[in-house]
T-cell receptor
Framework: DAGVIQSPRHEVTEMGQEVTLRCKPISGHDYLFWYRQTMMRGLELLIYFNNNVPIDDSGMPEDRFSAKMPNASFSTLKIQPSEPRDSAVYFC???????????FGSGTRLTVV | DAKTTQPNSMESNEEEPVHLPCNHSTISGTDYIHWYRQLPSQGPEYVIHGLTSNVNNRMASLAIAEDRKSSTLILHRATLRDAAVYYCIPLNYGGSQGNLIFGKGTKLSVKP
Protein backbone atom coordinates (compact mmCIF):
# COMPACT_ATOMS: atom_id res chain seq x y z
CA ASP A 1 0.00 0.00 0.00
CA ALA A 2 1.31 3.46 -0.87
CA GLY A 3 0.00 4.92 2.36
CA VAL A 4 -1.92 8.18 2.65
CA ILE A 5 -1.14 10.33 -0.36
CA GLN A 6 -1.32 14.11 -0.21
CA SER A 7 -0.88 16.62 -2.99
CA PRO A 8 0.70 18.97 -3.62
CA ARG A 9 3.72 18.63 -1.32
CA HIS A 10 4.33 22.37 -1.46
CA GLU A 11 2.03 25.22 -2.39
CA VAL A 12 2.87 28.89 -2.58
CA THR A 13 0.01 31.23 -3.30
CA GLU A 14 -0.87 34.86 -3.03
CA MET A 15 -3.22 36.21 -0.43
CA GLY A 16 -6.80 36.11 -1.60
CA GLN A 17 -6.36 33.13 -3.90
CA GLU A 18 -8.22 29.85 -3.54
CA VAL A 19 -6.17 26.88 -2.39
CA THR A 20 -7.19 23.22 -2.64
CA LEU A 21 -5.33 20.48 -0.83
CA ARG A 22 -5.94 16.86 -1.73
CA CYS A 23 -5.80 13.56 0.10
CA LYS A 24 -6.15 9.92 -0.87
CA PRO A 25 -6.61 7.72 2.20
CA ILE A 26 -5.57 4.11 2.55
CA SER A 27 -8.04 1.79 0.87
CA GLY A 28 -10.45 0.31 3.39
CA HIS A 29 -9.95 2.99 6.02
CA ASP A 30 -13.30 4.39 7.10
CA TYR A 31 -12.04 7.49 8.90
CA LEU A 32 -10.26 10.48 7.44
CA PHE A 33 -8.79 13.38 9.39
CA TRP A 34 -7.38 16.77 8.43
CA TYR A 35 -4.78 18.37 10.74
CA ARG A 36 -2.85 21.62 10.60
CA GLN A 37 0.57 22.17 12.16
CA THR A 38 2.24 25.47 13.00
CA MET A 39 5.10 26.33 15.33
CA MET A 40 2.81 28.39 17.52
CA ARG A 41 -0.17 26.04 17.83
CA GLY A 42 1.30 22.61 17.16
CA LEU A 43 -0.88 19.93 15.57
CA GLU A 44 -4.55 20.86 15.45
CA LEU A 45 -7.42 18.65 14.33
CA LEU A 46 -9.53 20.54 11.81
CA ILE A 47 -12.21 18.06 10.73
CA TYR A 48 -12.80 14.35 10.41
CA PHE A 49 -15.03 12.12 8.29
CA ASN A 50 -16.51 8.69 8.83
CA ASN A 51 -17.69 6.81 5.74
CA ASN A 52 -17.38 10.04 3.74
CA VAL A 53 -19.65 11.98 6.13
CA PRO A 54 -18.24 14.92 8.12
CA ILE A 55 -18.58 14.09 11.82
CA ASP A 56 -16.88 16.96 13.61
CA ASP A 57 -15.72 20.21 12.01
CA SER A 58 -15.38 22.18 15.22
CA GLY A 59 -11.68 22.65 14.58
CA MET A 60 -12.16 24.42 11.26
CA PRO A 61 -10.90 27.94 11.97
CA GLU A 62 -13.48 29.90 10.02
CA ASP A 63 -15.83 29.89 7.08
CA ARG A 64 -12.98 30.34 4.66
CA PHE A 65 -12.13 26.69 5.25
CA SER A 66 -14.20 23.87 3.81
CA ALA A 67 -13.61 20.14 3.41
CA LYS A 68 -15.31 17.51 1.32
CA MET A 69 -15.10 13.79 0.84
CA PRO A 70 -17.03 12.89 -2.32
CA ASN A 71 -16.01 9.24 -2.14
CA ALA A 72 -14.04 6.80 -0.02
CA SER A 73 -10.80 7.41 -1.88
CA PHE A 74 -10.60 11.19 -2.06
CA SER A 75 -10.91 14.26 0.14
CA THR A 76 -10.19 17.96 -0.33
CA LEU A 77 -9.52 20.84 2.01
CA LYS A 78 -10.22 24.21 0.45
CA ILE A 79 -9.29 27.67 1.67
CA GLN A 80 -10.99 30.59 -0.02
CA PRO A 81 -9.77 33.29 0.20
CA SER A 82 -6.37 32.38 1.60
CA GLU A 83 -4.54 34.62 4.10
CA PRO A 84 -0.89 34.69 5.26
CA ARG A 85 -1.92 33.29 8.67
CA ASP A 86 -3.08 30.11 6.91
CA SER A 87 0.55 29.28 6.20
CA ALA A 88 1.19 25.90 7.82
CA VAL A 89 1.73 22.23 7.10
CA TYR A 90 -1.55 20.43 6.52
CA PHE A 91 -1.70 16.71 7.21
CA CYS A 92 -4.27 14.16 6.22
CA UNK A 93 -4.62 10.89 8.12
CA UNK A 94 -6.80 7.83 7.81
CA UNK A 95 -7.66 4.96 10.10
CA UNK A 96 -9.70 1.81 10.46
CA UNK A 97 -12.13 1.53 13.34
CA UNK A 98 -10.84 -0.38 16.28
CA UNK A 99 -7.49 -0.64 17.88
CA UNK A 100 -5.36 0.43 14.94
CA UNK A 101 -3.09 3.42 14.64
CA UNK A 102 -3.70 6.36 12.41
CA UNK A 103 -1.62 6.65 9.23
CA PHE A 104 -0.56 10.15 8.28
CA GLY A 105 0.42 11.51 4.91
CA SER A 106 3.60 13.46 4.28
CA GLY A 107 1.75 16.74 4.47
CA THR A 108 1.30 19.80 2.28
CA ARG A 109 3.37 22.83 3.17
CA LEU A 110 1.26 25.89 2.37
CA THR A 111 2.79 29.35 2.14
CA VAL A 112 0.49 32.31 1.57
CA VAL A 113 2.33 35.50 0.63
CA ASP B 1 -10.19 14.94 27.21
CA ALA B 2 -7.49 13.65 29.53
CA LYS B 3 -4.51 15.98 29.94
CA THR B 4 -0.95 14.76 29.58
CA THR B 5 2.37 16.06 30.89
CA GLN B 6 5.61 15.24 29.10
CA PRO B 7 9.11 16.73 29.40
CA ASN B 8 9.76 19.29 26.70
CA SER B 9 13.00 17.65 25.68
CA MET B 10 15.32 14.75 26.41
CA GLU B 11 18.75 13.68 25.25
CA SER B 12 20.13 10.22 24.70
CA ASN B 13 23.29 8.63 23.42
CA GLU B 14 23.15 6.35 20.44
CA GLU B 15 22.68 2.65 21.25
CA GLU B 16 21.57 3.39 24.80
CA PRO B 17 18.03 2.80 26.11
CA VAL B 18 15.67 5.74 26.36
CA HIS B 19 12.74 6.04 28.75
CA LEU B 20 10.20 8.69 27.76
CA PRO B 21 7.72 9.44 30.57
CA CYS B 22 4.16 10.66 30.35
CA ASN B 23 1.78 11.61 33.13
CA HIS B 24 -1.94 11.28 32.42
CA SER B 25 -3.52 11.43 35.86
CA THR B 26 -7.02 12.30 34.56
CA ILE B 27 -7.19 9.37 32.17
CA SER B 28 -10.51 7.52 32.15
CA GLY B 29 -10.83 3.79 32.56
CA THR B 30 -11.59 3.31 28.88
CA ASP B 31 -8.83 5.51 27.47
CA TYR B 32 -6.11 3.72 25.58
CA ILE B 33 -2.64 5.24 25.79
CA HIS B 34 -1.22 5.90 22.35
CA TRP B 35 2.27 7.01 21.43
CA TYR B 36 3.12 8.67 18.16
CA ARG B 37 6.34 10.24 16.97
CA GLN B 38 7.10 12.84 14.35
CA LEU B 39 10.44 12.79 12.60
CA PRO B 40 11.69 16.06 11.12
CA SER B 41 9.72 17.13 8.04
CA GLN B 42 7.41 14.12 8.23
CA GLY B 43 3.90 13.37 9.39
CA PRO B 44 3.29 11.74 12.76
CA GLU B 45 3.90 8.01 12.91
CA TYR B 46 2.15 5.47 15.13
CA VAL B 47 4.50 3.83 17.62
CA ILE B 48 2.53 1.76 20.10
CA HIS B 49 -0.57 1.73 22.27
CA GLY B 50 -1.94 -0.08 25.32
CA LEU B 51 -4.70 -0.13 27.91
CA THR B 52 -3.47 -1.79 31.08
CA SER B 53 -0.78 -4.32 30.34
CA ASN B 54 2.72 -3.60 29.16
CA VAL B 55 3.07 -3.89 25.41
CA ASN B 56 5.95 -4.66 23.07
CA ASN B 57 6.35 -4.31 19.34
CA ARG B 58 9.22 -4.05 16.91
CA MET B 59 9.61 -0.31 17.52
CA ALA B 60 9.32 0.06 21.27
CA SER B 61 7.89 -1.11 24.58
CA LEU B 62 5.17 0.59 26.58
CA ALA B 63 5.13 0.29 30.35
CA ILE B 64 1.86 1.37 31.98
CA ALA B 65 1.66 2.09 35.69
CA GLU B 66 -0.71 -0.05 37.70
CA ASP B 67 -2.92 2.96 38.49
CA ARG B 68 -2.72 4.02 34.81
CA LYS B 69 -1.84 7.60 35.78
CA SER B 70 1.46 7.40 33.96
CA SER B 71 3.25 5.44 31.28
CA THR B 72 6.74 5.16 29.84
CA LEU B 73 7.76 4.59 26.26
CA ILE B 74 10.97 2.59 26.09
CA LEU B 75 13.30 2.60 23.13
CA HIS B 76 15.70 -0.23 23.85
CA ARG B 77 18.61 1.00 21.76
CA ALA B 78 18.30 4.52 20.46
CA THR B 79 19.50 5.22 16.94
CA LEU B 80 20.02 8.56 15.21
CA ARG B 81 16.81 7.87 13.32
CA ASP B 82 14.87 7.89 16.59
CA ALA B 83 15.44 11.64 16.98
CA ALA B 84 11.89 12.97 16.84
CA VAL B 85 9.08 14.54 18.84
CA TYR B 86 7.22 11.86 20.82
CA TYR B 87 3.58 12.36 21.72
CA CYS B 88 1.65 10.53 24.43
CA ILE B 89 -2.09 10.65 23.69
CA PRO B 90 -4.99 9.13 25.64
CA LEU B 91 -7.62 7.95 23.21
CA ASN B 92 -11.14 6.87 24.08
CA TYR B 93 -12.66 4.76 21.36
CA GLY B 94 -16.01 4.39 23.01
CA GLY B 95 -18.54 3.37 20.40
CA SER B 96 -16.68 4.99 17.53
CA GLN B 97 -13.26 6.05 16.44
CA GLY B 98 -11.60 8.42 18.85
CA ASN B 99 -9.80 11.60 17.86
CA LEU B 100 -6.09 12.04 18.28
CA ILE B 101 -5.48 15.30 20.11
CA PHE B 102 -1.79 16.17 20.13
CA GLY B 103 -0.05 18.03 22.95
CA LYS B 104 3.45 19.49 22.76
CA GLY B 105 5.27 16.16 23.12
CA THR B 106 8.89 15.46 24.03
CA LYS B 107 11.64 16.32 21.61
CA LEU B 108 14.21 13.54 21.75
CA SER B 109 17.77 14.25 20.61
CA VAL B 110 20.13 11.34 20.00
CA LYS B 111 23.87 11.94 20.13
CA PRO B 112 26.30 9.74 18.22
Amino acid sequence: DAGVIQSPRHEVTEMGQEVTLRCKPISGHDYLFWYRQTMMRGLELLIYFNNNVPIDDSGMPEDRFSAKMPNASFSTLKIQPSEPRDSAVYFCASSFPGLYGYTFGSGTRLTVV
Amino acid sequence: DAKTTQPNSMESNEEEPVHLPCNHSTISGTDYIHWYRQLPSQGPEYVIHGLTSNVNNRMASLAIAEDRKSSTLILHRATLRDAAVYYCIPLNYGGSQGNLIFGKGTKLSVKP
